[in-house]
């Protein structure tokens, strides 16, 4: 299962009607929302990526919706996996544990603000 957060911008004029439209469809569940400003907050839930990228379509081709653009997404699946393999590795990385390599040749390149 796929969660995903969606910032839609609306016309301040249209925001009555946007919400109303994106509250009564049954593509997202709206949040939270600013007239002031034409910002809504909404989600979608889908079983994949492919149909949180139908939803997101169907959002932003509503009418008066001046853009909707994924904000987060939590892909259930792709963590689990993730997490397998994080549990799968070594909890210390060879370098680290290997006695032959003098920690004077190590180069560090963590810091940008030198190298360029």
Known sequence: MNISS???QCKQENYDEVKKSLEESEICDYHFGEQSTGKII???EGKD???DMYRLSV???MPNI??????QTYQEDQLDEEIKKLEAADS???VLS????NFKDIVYNGDLKKKY
Do not use: G
């Open 98 to 101: 290997d006695d032959s390599i």
């Open 42 to 44: 909404i989600t979608i």
């Open 49 to 51: 990526v492919e149909e």
């Open 66 to 71: 001046l853009a909707a653009d994924m904000m």
């Open 92 to 94: 210390v990385p060879n």
């Open 6 to 8: 969606i910032v839609v």
């Open 59 to 61: 959002v932003q081709a």
